[in-house]
């Protein structure tokens, strides 16, 4: 399977002080070593924008994007990258508000590249859910 992770789950994955760090890194831990974990212009930006502008933070443009390179060449497991070349017209029917665009969005690009959005938020129609720990 692959997983396309969304910013919070990125996050997590990267910072070992982020509270869900731990559901993130067991669950990757727990994987198969088939499964593929990735990230797509949209999770790597959001990415690089929370740990820049998030007060608990505030990690300088080029640190956030050295953390960023660092995490997706793990050697225990490399995070590949979906190309987005995508428009809006992807967004599934079931995005009725702003709040759902982005999520909706990353959806429907995971499901055209043969992948799953993974996320700790509930409710996000065809998303695979992160497991509590």
């Not at 429907?108 to 700790?120: C, F, W």
Request: proline share 5%.
């Amino acid at each position: 399977m692959t997983y396309l992770l969304d910013v919070n789950a990125l996050l997590a994955l990267g910072l070992q002080d982020h509270e869900f760090h731990a559901r993130v890194a067991d669950w990757v831990a727990g994987l198969e070593a088939s499964d593929t974990l990735v990230t797509c212009p949209i999770t790597e930006l959001g990415f690089v924008r929370v740990l820049h502008q998030a007060p608990q933070y505030r990690v300088p443009l080029s640190e956030s994007k050295k953390l960023l390179s660092l995490l997706r060449r793990n050697s225990k497991r490399v995070i590949g990258f979906i190309p987005d070349d995508h428009g809006v017209e992807i967004l599934p029917a079931w995005v009725n508000t702003g709040r759902q665009s982005t999520d909706g969005y990353l959806s429907a690009l995971a499901g055209q590249h043969n992948a799953v959005l993974a996320t700790m938020d509930e409710g996000i129609n065809g998303a695979f859910l992160i497991p509590e720990i």
